[in-house]
C-alpha cells in the first residue's frame, strides 16, 4: 500500500557483504540478490512465496528484506560463472553451487545475528523489537498465521 506522504514512499537497503540491494518506491518494492547464483529463491522459495499474497506496508517490505538478507548472510559459498561468447550473444552459466562439497548451502541460523539485521531494516533499537530473548516482534505474522495488514487483500 503506497503511503500518503511522499517521503515515506521511499525505502533502500543493501547487504555488501551479501551481496543484495532492496528498494521500495511507492507501490513497487523489489529485493534483489545479487552474487548467489538463485541459491536464496530456490532454498526458501515455499518460506516467501506466501508473502507474494500480501500487499505489504513498508514495515512487512522491511521484515521480509532482513529475512533476505538473514539468509543472504548464512550463503557460504561462491558462486562461479563461466562466460561463452559465439553468435553474436554472451551465455553466462553457473558451475553447480554444492560443488564437491557435501556441506549445507547456508550456514547455521542464530536469532541473535537475525534481530540485529531485522532491527537494522526497521531503523530501530534492537531492544525495541526483541522484548525477551527469544522472542522478536513480527509484522508478518500473528499468532503463527500471516497478517492481512488491509482489508481488501486477498490473502
Known amino acids: ?5 511522499r517521503k515515506a514512499c521511499f525505502d533502500y537497503w543493501d547487504s555488501l557483504p551479501g551481496m543484495g540491494l532492496s528498494i521500495r518506491v511507492g507501490r513497487v518494492g523489489i529485493i ?3 552474487q548467489d547464483g538463485g541459491a536464496v529463491k530456490y532454498a526458501f522459495e ?3 512465496k506466501e508473502f507474494e499474497k500480501l500487499t505489504l506496508d513498508w514495515a512487512q517490505f522491511a521484515e521480509v528484506t532482513a ?11 561462491i558462486p562461479k560463472f563461466i562466460l561463452a561468447e559465439g553468435n553474436g550473444h554472451v551465455q553466462v552459466m553457473l558451475n553447480p553451487l554444492g560443488g ?8 547455521k541460523g542464530e536469532m541473535q545475528d537475525y534481530f540485529q539485521v531485522l532491527a537494522h531494516c526497521l531503523r530501530c533499537p534492537q531492544e525495541a523489537i526483541q522484548p ?3 522472542k522478536v516482534m513480527s509484522w508478518l505474522y500473528q499468532s503463527g498465521k500471516l497478517k492481512q495488514m488491509f482489508p481488501d487483500d486477498p490473502a
Do not use: H, V, W
Open 1 to 5: 500500500m503506497e503511503p500518503t506522504d
Open 32 to 34: 534483489a540478490c545479487l
Open 46 to 48: 515455499e518460506q516467501y
Open 67 to 77: 529475512r533476505i538478507f538473514y539468509d543472504l548472510s548464512r550463503f557460504n559459498r
Open 100 to 107: 564437491l562439497s557435501g556441506k549445507p548451502l547456508f550456514e
Open 132 to 134: 525477551r530473548p527469544d
